[in-house]
């Protein structure tokens, strides 16, 4: 009988497994002849492995290398398994959905809108804004990862991925499935990545001028600027406009209230038009228009000004001199016109634009009027003709005619309501009044469509709208 093999081949082969677990190696140990290792085969080292806790990823290519080692060649490791190392996930981000700011001022580039070849360097884009209910930001949930597999068998899990968690500022609001986040106002979407903090601002700010540095400002929300804005530029808020400095022949326009801490100076082409009211130190030679009252501490001086409201000038020398200033209700200065005859307008009461739509109005009114008897007319006429024998194109006339007389008594309806609603306002302003302490010659006062000139010094007056001319009374 032949020589059995020797059943144990751990007598002569070693294995070691990784720390990791991902990988597994074999040698024949040192001194093991040649003729030892060509014993075995293929499938007595795999059995081997297994019963060394190699139960994933054997590698026939680690195998044949092994087994092949040469005889004069001192035997090394050899790497026999390779397990699947786990595959990590994406953790959560953010996605802007819109155009995000993070520093201040006007971004972008000078634009040419036009393809030619003038630059307006003033211009630099506007500020991003955003409306109410406008998406900000998606937030993606972290992808999971794949589990990998040691070589013993045992699964290895995937890290778990960070999910992204944001903090929401007042301006902003989650959606229904809490997904994305959307602005909760009208302003500027602004993130602070360290605190992953997200808001919409309703007042975005400039520091210092708008001028070059800065170019023209347009914002859907309100304005506070940090000092004045220059000759040429532009500023403009659909909400309200805080300047800190002056308005020095720049232009601005607020769908709210504009509050200027210096004064206005319009200069050739400088403006100020607000929604709601205007205050400022001073207005000189400005246009000033706003849908309330425009208030200055000092002075109104050569500028033209007009107001929904009043129009004030509040310090015990307050001077509205030269130029014109309109307003619906009232107007208070402590002093109009100046001691050199200065042509100055003050006009109070309903603008002359209601005045005219008044008598617009009523106009067609009357044209409404005849043309409903002219309908009526004609269709009696065509009533009476039935009655004396069948005419199929006479019915069809009638009922033309019907149609029209109804769509003419609605518009007659509307009319009559407009009406009512320009003689409630008549009404309101019935006591539209202009008060000073001391009116120059040169003044000329106008209520509706009253007017009265001064032609001499008057002290402590107010003027009233009194049976169609105007009154002058004493100023208590």
């Given at each position: 009988m032949?020589?059995?093999r ?13 720390l990791?677990?991902?990988t597994a190696?074999a040698?024949?140990k ?10 075995w085969?293929?499938a007595?080292v795999?059995?081997f ?5 190699i139960?994933?990823?054997?590698a026939e290519e680690?195998?044949t290398?092994l087994?092949n080692?040469?005889?004069d ?6 790497e026999?398994a ?10 959560g ?14 971004q972008?580039?000078?634009q040419?809108p ?9 211009d630099?884009?506007?500020i991003?804004?955003v ?8 937030v ?8 990998g597999?040691?070589?013993r068998?045992v699964?290895?899990?995937?890290p ?6 944001v903090v929401?500022g ?6 229904e499935?809490h997904t994305?986040?959307l602005?909760?106002v009208a302003?500027?979407p602004v993130y602070?990545?360290?605190?992953r903090?997200?808001d919409v601002?309703p007042?975005y ?7 070059y ?5 347009s914002?859907?929300?309100?304005l506070?600027?940090?000092g004045?804005?220059q000759?040429?530029?532009r500023?403009?808020a ?5 300047i800190?400095?002056?308005?020095d022949?720049g232009?601005?326009e ?7 801490g210096a004064?206005?100076y ?5 403006s100020?038009?607000a929604g709601?009211s205007v205050?400022?130190?001073f ?10 009252d425009?208030?200055a ?13 009043d ?5 015990p020398a ?7 200033c ?8 402590a002093v109009l016109g100046?001691?050199?005859?200065v042509?100055t307008?003050?006009?109070?009461g309903?603008?002359?634009?209601v ?6 109005v009523?106009?067609?009114l009357?044209?409404?009027?005849g ?9 009696q006429v065509l ?7 069948q005419?199929?194109?006479a ?6 005619l019907q149609r029209?007389?109804a ?7 509307e ?13 309101q302003f019935q006591?539209a009044?202009?008060?000073?302490h ?10 509706g ?6 032609i001499?010094?008057?002290d ?12 002058v009374?004493s100023?208590?």
């Amino acid at each position: 009988m032949g020589q059995e093999r020797e059943p144990d081949i751990g007598r002569v082969l070693e294995v070691e497994i990784g720390l990791d677990g991902l990988t597994a190696r074999a040698r024949w140990k040192p001194g093991t002849r040649p003729e030892e290792r060509a014993r075995w085969n293929s499938a007595e080292v795999e059995s081997f492995l297994v019963k060394s806790g190699i139960h994933f990823g054997v590698a026939e290519e680690g195998l044949t290398r092994l087994l092949n080692v040469r005889a004069d060649e001192e035997a090394g490791w050899v790497e026999v398994a390779r397990g699947i190392p786990p595959e990590p996930g994406q953790p959560g981000r953010i996605e802007w959905l819109t155009q995000d700011s993070k520093a201040e001022g006007a971004q972008g580039e000078p634009q040419d809108p036009s393809g030619a070849n003038r630059v307006d360097l003033r211009d630099r884009g506007g500020i991003p804004s955003v409306s109410p209910g406008t998406p900000l930001v998606r937030v993606v949930p972290p992808i999971p990862g794949k589990n990998g597999m040691s070589v013993r068998g045992v699964s290895i899990p995937a890290p778990t991925p960070g999910a992204i968690t944001v903090v929401l500022g007042p301006g902003a609001q989650w959606n229904e499935d809490h997904t994305t986040v959307l602005s909760r106002v009208a302003g500027h979407p602004v993130y602070n990545p360290r605190r992953r903090w997200i808001d919409v601002q309703p007042m975005y700010r400039v520091q210092g001028d708008v001028d070059y540095g800065v170019g023209h400002v347009s914002f859907e929300g309100s304005l506070h600027i940090g000092g004045s804005v220059q000759p040429g530029f532009r500023v403009k808020a659909s909400g309200d406009v805080v300047i800190d400095g002056a308005v020095d022949g720049g232009i601005v326009e607020s769908g709210g209230d504009v509050k200027v801490g210096a004064g206005i100076y319009g200069g050739t082409r400088g403006s100020v038009r607000a929604g709601g009211s205007v205050q400022a130190k001073f207005i000189q030679q400005g246009r000033v228009s706003a849908e309330l009252d425009v208030v200055a501490q000092r002075s109104i001086l050569h500028s033209e000004t007009s107001a929904g409201r009043d129009i004030q000038v509040l310090s015990p020398a307050g001077t509205i001199a030269g130029g014109t200033c309109t307003a619906v209700h009232r107007i208070r200065a402590a002093v109009l016109g100046s001691p050199m005859a200065v042509p100055t307008t003050v006009a109070v009461g309903l603008p002359q634009t209601v005045r005219d739509r008044w008598r617009s109005v009523q106009e067609e009114l009357r044209r409404m009027d005849g043309q409903r008897s002219k309908l009526r007319l004609a269709i009696q006429v065509l009533e009476k003709r039935l009655q004396v024998r069948q005419d199929p194109g006479a019915v069809g006339m009638i009922q033309k005619l019907q149609r029209d007389l109804a769509e003419l008594d609605e518009r007659i309806q509307e009319s009559r309501l407009e009406l009512q609603m320009i003689a409630e306002d008549m009404r309101q302003f019935q006591d539209a009044a202009v008060s000073a302490h001391k009116v120059y010659p040169g003044v000329k006062i106008i209520i509706g469509n009253a007017m009265y000139t001064v032609i001499q010094e008057m002290d402590r007056v107010r003027f009233t709208l009194d049976g169609g001319e105007i009154r002058v009374s004493s100023e208590g």
